[in-house]
């Protein structure tokens, strides 16, 4: 079954300040890998998303970096936000061994607290 | 993206009872999954029903424990059976959506307490 390692378990940072969180995973064939958001009470959203042919993607104060050699990818949070305090995972999709469906699998999950 | 209603959003259960979530989502889908979270956890999938077959239950999920429904395209049921407090967490529907790409969205989930 696939591993998914994230870390750190938690990250608190000062507003402003970068916010860092990796990802490794263990199999290559996947067509994509997501991070997840997660506010307390709410189920997971997608956050931002990078395809394997390209090395980093930017959707606003959020970045993916990927390194395929390495088999990890991390999430770069820019300015980071009291309001983005939330804990977030990443997520690897693939065909699991108990079945034919394509599914995700989660890593721990990182709480971030942006202080203000 | 697909928009998944989750009900009930919470319960408080006693033991030994069984609580059925019920997942409704805005459009036809093929494949839905449920999982569950315990607190302060991750998100561990229990089992992807498709409709017109039988679920298919991950390691450590039985059909017993968490049957699951799924008489349409657009609608699925998971029961929590005979309820402990170890089965105290939160249940997600999720869906594989046709429309996006990075097609998986989820529900606001259901925190079940058991008592």
């Known amino acids: 079954q696939q591993q998914v390692k994230q870390s750190p378990q938690s990250l608190i940072v000062q507003k402003g300040g970068i916010s860092i969180i990796n990802c490794a995973y263990e199999n290559t064939a996947f067509d994509y890998f997501p991070w997840y958001q997660q506010f307390p009470g709410k189920g997971p959203a997608l956050l931002i998303a990078?395809?394997?042919?390209?090395s980093e993607k930017k959707e606003g104060r959020f970045t993916i970096s990927f390194n395929k050699s390495a088999k990890q990818f991390s999430l770069h949070i820019m300015d980071s936000q009291p309001g983005d305090s939330a804990t977030y995972f990443c997520?690897?999709?693939?065909?699991?061994?108990?079945?034919?469906?394509?599914?995700?699998?989660f890593g721990s999950g990182t709480q971030l607290t942006v202080l203000p | 993206s697909a928009v998944i209603s989750q009900k009930p959003s919470r319960d408080i259960c006693q033991r030994g009872t069984s609580l059925t979530i019920q997942c409704q989502v805005d459009?036809?889908?093929?494949?839905m999954f449920w999982y569950r979270q315990q607190p302060g956890q991750s998100l561990t999938l229990i089992a992807t029903?498709?409709?017109?077959?039988?679920?298919?239950?991950e390691s450590g999920f039985v059909i017993d424990k968490f049957p699951i429904s799924r008489p349409n395209l657009t609608f699925s049921t998971l029961t929590v059976s005979n309820m402990s407090p170890e089965d105290s967490s939160i249940y997600l529907c999720?869906?594989?959506?046709?429309?996006?790409?990075?097609?998986?969205?989820f529900g606001s989930g259901t925190r079940l307490t058991v008592v």
């Open positions: 999720s869906v594989l959506d046709p429309r996006s790409f990075y097609g998986y969205t």
């Open positions: 459009s036809q889908v093929t494949m």
């Open positions: 997520a690897v999709p693939g065909y699991r061994s108990s079945g034919s469906a394509r599914q995700l699998t």
């Open positions: 029903a498709n409709q017109g077959s039988e679920a298919t239950y």
């Open positions: 990078i395809r394997p042919d390209v």
